[in-house]
């Protein structure tokens, strides 16, 4: 069981950047997915989570109307698409995953509702 971040860098405000999530040795499609970061001398913090079908998104107010988060079954992968981008996004991106049939929208920013973690990706946004 694997997932595997990618895309972090280095952006100006006001740039974008899309992160992938991609994940092996399990049934993925079954899995609902959040993005969550950590920003130096902050906790973790949800960002947003998608269903195992792809069809409901939950997002956390500093982000909505920003980024977007999708998901590619055939390739595995979950997407963030991160537009408008603010220095105070700064952080470390985890995907994590958990599965989709114990997936509660109204908790989807808990941690301990995911099992299983990237090692994350850095994301840094100067002014």
């Known amino acids: 069981v694997q997932l595997v971040e990618s895309g972090g860098g280095l952006v100006q405000a006001g740039g974008s950047l899309r992160l992938s999530c991609t994940a092996s040795?399990?049934?993925?499609?079954?899995?609902?997915v959040g993005w969550f970061r950590q920003a130096p001398g902050k906790e973790r913090e949800g960002v947003a989570s998608?269903?195992?079908?792809?069809?409901?998104?939950y997002y956390a107010d500093s982000v909505k109307g920003r980024f977007t988060i999708s998901r590619d079954s055939a390739k595995n992968t979950v997407y963030l698409q991160m537009n408008s981008l603010k220095p105070e996004d700064t952080a470390v991106y985890y995907c994590?995953?958990?599965?989709?049939?114990?997936?509660?929208?109204?908790?989807?920013?808990?941690?301990?509702?995911?099992?299983?973690w990237g090692q994350g990706t850095q994301v840094t946004v100067s002014s």
């Open positions: 994590a995953s958990t599965r989709g049939t114990l997936w509660e929208g109204s908790i989807w920013y808990r941690e301990v509702e995911y099992d299983f």
């Open positions: 040795g399990f049934a993925f499609d079954m899995h609902a």
């Open positions: 998608i269903s195992d079908s792809g069809d409901t998104a």
